[in-house]
């Protein structure tokens, strides 16, 4: 009943939850309830919510998914989960994976600001004395992962391992995480 209502709106009012529009009458939410909102937001753990999915989609595929997060020194594998069946890859957690070569690096130089990667990237390049050409090369192996929303690994870094990743965004759409799936060539087609 709008007798009932009243109160909890006036009180709401008062405590910034809601406020009236003047013009219309209508209610909307005031700034300490968006503030809460953002505050909620913030503590979301992506690596907890995405540990989740990775378990629900290595059982579904039965190949082992990896989790990365940005790091010091790049892309960092925070969590593996790994399938039912025996799959032997050379990974583990705190593994940090090549910009260039892995799929779960390629999708970090793709959608994070160049600011944080052009420095690593440069540096793999010098180490590997890398021409124009391949730099060329890099750049459009970047756009077709912004392209496809993917990376694909073919046997390299990892021999004889296929990879997938994909890019895992927050709520203000900025990158927060790199899912990758991972097998064996003979059992996870690159196709």
């Not at 970090?108 to 540096?123: K, V």
């Amino acid at each position: 009943p709008a007798a009932k209502a009243h109160p909890y709106l006036v009180s709401f009012g008062k405590l910034g939850l809601i406020e009236q529009d003047v013009g219309s009458g209508l209610y909307k939410l005031g700034p300490f309830a968006l503030q809460m909102g953002l505050v909620a937001l913030h503590e979301l753990d992506a690596v907890k919510i995405a540990t989740e999915r990775a378990a629900a989609l290595s059982l579904d595929i039965q190949q082992n998914v990896a989790l990365a997060v940005w790091g010091n020194h790049g892309p960092t594998v925070v969590r593996i989960q790994e399938c039912n069946r025996v799959v032997h890859i050379n990974m583990r957690t705190g593994t940090v994976m090549s910009l260039l070569d892995s799929a779960t690096g390629k999708v970090f130089a793709a959608y994070l600001p160049p600011r944080l990667t052009e420095e690593m990237i440069a540096s793999e390049m010098a180490a590997r004395q890398a021409g124009i050409e391949e730099q060329v090369a890099f750049q459009s192996a970047l756009q077709r992962v912004r392209e496809r929303g993917m990376a694909r690994a073919v046997g390299y870094p990892l021999p004889g391992i296929n990879a997938f990743s994909v890019p895992v965004f927050d709520h203000a759409g900025q990158l927060a995480l790199v899912m990758t799936t991972l097998g064996p060539a003979a059992t996870f087609s690159s196709d």
